[in-house]
Protein backbone atom coordinates (compact mmCIF):
# COMPACT_ATOMS: atom_id res chain seq x y z
CA UNK A 1 0.00 0.00 0.00
CA UNK A 2 1.39 3.16 -0.91
CA UNK A 3 0.30 7.03 0.07
CA UNK A 4 0.88 9.97 -2.50
CA UNK A 5 -0.52 11.49 -5.19
CA UNK A 6 -1.80 9.90 -8.33
CA UNK A 7 0.81 10.36 -10.56
CA UNK A 8 3.51 8.20 -8.51
CA UNK A 9 5.30 10.96 -7.36
CA UNK A 10 6.62 10.90 -4.17
CA UNK A 11 4.38 8.07 -3.03
CA UNK A 12 5.65 6.61 0.58
CA UNK A 13 4.98 3.09 1.18
CA UNK A 14 3.27 2.63 4.50
CA UNK A 15 5.08 0.11 6.99
CA UNK A 16 2.85 1.00 9.81
CA UNK A 17 -0.30 2.30 11.20
CA UNK A 18 -1.39 4.50 14.23
CA UNK A 19 -3.55 3.80 17.17
CA UNK A 20 -6.68 2.98 16.61
CA UNK A 21 -9.89 2.26 18.07
CA UNK A 22 -13.38 0.75 17.56
CA UNK A 23 -16.64 -0.10 19.60
CA UNK A 24 -18.29 -3.23 18.57
CA UNK A 25 -21.91 -2.03 17.82
CA UNK A 26 -24.21 -1.96 14.67
CA UNK A 27 -24.02 2.09 13.04
CA UNK A 28 -26.11 3.63 14.64
CA UNK A 29 -26.91 1.26 17.66
CA UNK A 30 -30.02 1.46 19.21
CA UNK A 31 -30.25 0.31 22.67
CA UNK A 32 -32.96 0.01 25.55
CA UNK A 33 -32.72 2.07 28.18
CA UNK A 34 -30.54 0.63 31.65
CA UNK A 35 -26.70 -0.86 32.45
CA UNK A 36 -25.43 -2.03 29.45
CA UNK A 37 -21.74 -3.50 28.93
CA UNK A 38 -19.64 -1.82 25.81
CA UNK A 39 -16.94 -3.29 23.97
CA UNK A 40 -14.78 -3.70 21.44
CA UNK A 41 -11.14 -3.87 19.68
CA UNK A 42 -7.90 -1.93 20.01
CA UNK A 43 -4.58 -1.94 17.54
CA UNK A 44 -1.66 0.04 16.87
CA UNK A 45 1.50 -0.23 14.58
CA UNK A 46 4.06 0.70 16.91
CA UNK A 47 2.95 -1.94 20.02
CA UNK A 48 0.79 -3.36 22.37
CA UNK A 49 -2.60 -1.51 23.89
CA UNK A 50 -1.70 -0.45 27.05
CA UNK A 51 -4.80 2.02 28.40
CA UNK A 52 -8.16 2.36 26.51
CA UNK A 53 -10.75 5.39 27.37
CA UNK A 54 -14.48 6.10 26.75
CA UNK A 55 -16.37 9.44 26.89
CA UNK A 56 -20.20 9.70 26.69
CA UNK A 57 -21.70 12.95 25.48
CA UNK A 58 -17.96 14.62 25.17
CA UNK A 59 -17.67 14.18 29.38
CA UNK A 60 -14.22 13.53 31.01
CA UNK A 61 -12.29 10.52 29.68
CA UNK A 62 -12.51 7.67 31.98
CA UNK A 63 -10.59 4.30 31.95
CA UNK A 64 -12.05 0.95 30.37
CA UNK A 65 -9.80 -2.77 30.01
CA UNK A 66 -11.84 -2.96 26.96
CA UNK A 67 -15.16 -2.96 28.30
CA UNK A 68 -17.08 -0.87 30.43
CA UNK A 69 -20.43 -0.54 32.00
CA UNK A 70 -22.61 2.18 31.45
CA UNK A 71 -25.88 3.32 32.77
CA UNK A 72 -27.97 4.53 29.26
CA UNK A 73 -30.40 7.02 29.47
CA UNK A 74 -33.02 7.73 27.16
CA UNK A 75 -31.98 9.92 24.34
CA UNK A 76 -29.38 10.56 20.99
CA UNK A 77 -25.61 10.47 22.72
CA UNK A 78 -21.83 10.15 21.56
CA UNK A 79 -19.96 7.16 22.80
CA UNK A 80 -16.24 7.54 21.87
CA UNK A 81 -12.96 4.84 22.76
CA UNK A 82 -9.68 5.79 22.72
CA UNK A 83 -6.64 4.22 23.02
CA UNK A 84 -2.78 4.25 23.71
CA UNK A 85 0.16 2.20 23.45
CA UNK A 86 2.73 0.91 24.98
CA UNK A 87 5.06 3.20 23.09
CA UNK A 88 2.71 6.04 24.47
CA UNK A 89 1.19 6.87 21.01
CA UNK A 90 -2.11 7.69 21.72
CA UNK A 91 -5.12 7.96 18.79
CA UNK A 92 -5.29 11.16 17.71
CA UNK A 93 -9.18 13.45 18.20
CA UNK A 94 -9.29 13.83 15.19
CA UNK A 95 -7.27 12.53 11.96
CA UNK A 96 -4.76 14.49 10.03
CA UNK A 97 -4.70 14.47 6.36
CA UNK A 98 -3.43 11.42 4.04
CA UNK A 99 -4.42 10.82 0.49
CA UNK A 100 -6.46 7.85 0.17
CA UNK A 101 -7.40 7.72 3.83
CA UNK A 102 -5.34 4.53 4.15
CA UNK A 103 -3.94 6.23 7.39
CA UNK A 104 -7.19 7.19 8.80
CA UNK A 105 -6.67 6.72 13.27
CA UNK A 106 -9.32 9.25 14.72
CA UNK A 107 -11.49 8.48 17.13
CA UNK A 108 -14.81 8.66 15.83
CA UNK A 109 -18.39 9.46 17.90
CA UNK A 110 -20.02 6.65 17.82
CA UNK A 111 -24.50 7.32 17.37
CA UNK A 112 -26.42 5.45 20.15
CA UNK A 113 -29.91 5.48 20.36
CA UNK A 114 -31.23 4.86 23.91
CA UNK A 115 -35.06 4.11 23.99
Do not use: C
Not at 10 to 38: C, D, F, I, Q
Not at 45 to 65: K, L, M, N, T
Request: glycine residues 16%; aromatic residues 10%; without cysteine.
Amino acid sequence: MLTGGESGEGRVPVTSRGVKSALELPWPARLPEGRHVLSGRSWSGYGAIARVEYSVDGEHWRGARWDFEWDAKPGWHEVRVRATDEAGNVQPDEVGWNDLGYLYDGGVGHPVEVL
